[in-house]
């Protein structure tokens, strides 16, 4: 298979529904590994209709045989079946018995391997990873039809990064991409509210880069900011204020006129300094120190922060209008491979060794239980840990393919967005906690506090006794 693909104009005739809605998104399997053809990675199995069979395998596609997808801008681009002659040419035997759950059969020679562990039959939903052994590896996951904003946003080359250096194919990262468009098309403040490790920092430079400015983004980490000198750092100073050798400053804010200022962590601000910047946020209006004057800055502040939305002062957290929601990894799992593979080349070029003991032309030569172990594995700090994870097992890995260190078992995560969270089901367990997301998500079996943020948002549900704005 080439990395060209045929458009077609939409589903076959006994493909599943894709447009219902994340509600009711059926699950299909995600392509994690595949050793013949690394550029599938991304690419989908769109199982048969609820209450039919189908098989997958060499086979080119027909009503009684799979081929792989492409999910590309809210359209699906056929890309045929496996091309591995180590693929039995029916190799699985594929049955949806609900919207939300597969059956898998190994009819071909290759073994199977569900979870890691081999097996010739299984029941799956979403959060599985099942196996053609040594050959291709897909993740269960839930999956609508992309979103209409995404028609807005251009393409890239299918599993690399965007414009923006933001890698991923799912519904989730489109949705970012979506989100960060509105966002850069508006006018107001932005905060940026997401786990460590989750690219606020590269969002940011997006929004800003999408907007109408010409200078460059002015970014400061706002934890690094002195107690005794936010003034000074934000609005600068004149010559010989405070001390009579002290340099003119003209400070971040002036730096930043006429384009945006990106303050990371900014939940880190003690409260009495968020203070300091209200009437900035609200006008533009700032004073030097040691000048008589007003002055005034034309800049768009970007916040970023990774601390609840509790540690900021409500009128400083209401100046900032526009809000982005990031994604945990645990949130679109069937990216941490493209991730994966992005992070590697990245390392590549900072170390040829790298590429020479790892890489196949463009593409990582990764081993799928590594593989399997980084989609299943839990994340604290994100991205970063995942590259942290791929250099271990760049330090340990003796082959050419780069495996998993050892370690504990990797814990299947739950289903993000599952459909049998219903609104009623989510709005009935929020308010026996008062409201209180982080005591809910657990209870929900969510991945995350921020999960359950995203599903309050969209359906518009009560917390702490106010309905959210959808």
């Known amino acids: 298979m080439s990395d060209t693909t045929s458009e077609v104009p939409g589903l076959p005739w006994d493909a599943p529904d894709l447009h219902a809605g994340a509600r009711a998104a059926p699950v299909a399997a995600v392509v994690l590994w595949c050793l013949a053809e690394p550029q599938r990675v991304g690419e989908l199995m769109i199982p048969p209709p609820e209450g039919k069979s189908s098989c997958l395998g060499r086979l080119e596609p027909d009503p009684e045989h799979l081929g792989l997808w492409r999910q590309v801008g809210g359209e699906l681009l056929a890309t045929g079946a496996p091309r591995s002659t180590r693929i039995s040419r029916e190799q699985l035997r594929i049955q949806r018995e609900r919207p939300q759950r597969l059956r898998i059969e190994r009819i071909g020679r290759r073994a199977l391997l569900v979870n890691g562990r081999e097996s010739d039959e299984a029941e799956l939903e979403a959060g599985d990873v099942f196996e053609i052994a040594d050959e291709l590896t897909f993740l269960v996951a839930h999956r609508p039809r992309l979103l209409e904003i995404q028609r807005a946003v251009p393409a890239q080359p299918f599993g690399r990064a965007d414009e923006h250096g933001l890698v991923g194919e799912s519904p989730a990262m489109w949705e970012l991409r979506g989100r960060i468009r509105q966002v850069a098309r508006r006018r107001g403040h932005v905060l940026i509210h997401g786990p460590s490790g989750t690219g606020k920092e590269a969002v940011a430079r997006a929004i800003h880069g999408l907007g109408d400015s010409a200078r460059p983004l002015v970014a400061r980490n706002a934890a690094t900011i002195p107690e005794t000198l936010v003034d000074a750092e934000l609005f600068g100073n004149l ?13 971040l804010v002036g730096e ?3 384009s945006s200022l990106f303050l990371d962590e900014i939940g880190e601000l003690p409260e009495r300094l968020q203070v300091h910047f209200l009437r900035l946020l609200d006008g533009g209006e700032y004073q030097r120190l040691g000048d008589s004057r007003a002055r005034q800055a034309s800049f768009r502040c970007i916040g970023a922060t990774n601390r609840p ?3 900021l002062k409500s009128d400083f957290l209401a100046r900032f209008a526009l809000r982005i929601e990031m994604p945990g990894l645990e949130e679109r799992a069937e990216d941490i491979p493209l991730i994966a593979c992005h992070l590697l080349r990245r390392m590549a070029d900072e170390d040829p060794s790298v590429a020479e003991r ?9 081993d ?3 593989v399997r172990g980084l ?21 340990r ?5 780069l495996a998993a260190p050892p370690g504990p078992e990797p814990v299947a995560l739950p289903a993000v967005a599952s459909p049998d969270l219903s609104p009623e089901r989510i709005q009935s367990v929020l308010d026996r906690h008062e409201g209180i997301q982080a005591r809910a998500w657990k209870e929900l079996g969510l991945p995350s506090r921020h999960s359950l943020g995203r599903l309050v948002r969209r359906y518009g549900l009560r917390t702490r006794g106010r309905p959210r704005s959808p």
């Open 309 to 311: 939305l509790t540690a």
């Open 397 to 401: 890995s003796r082959g050419n393919f």
């Open 368 to 370: 799928p239980a590594l």
């Open 358 to 366: 790892f890489f196949a032309g463009a593409h990582p030569r990764l």
């Open 239 to 251: 010559r010989g204020f405070p001390n009579s050798n002290s340099p003119e400053r003209i400070g």
């Open 375 to 395: 989609v299943q594995r839990r994340y604290s700090t994100h991205v970063r840990e995942l590259e942290r994870a791929l250099w271990e097992a760049v330090d």
């Open 256 to 258: 930043a006129d006429g």
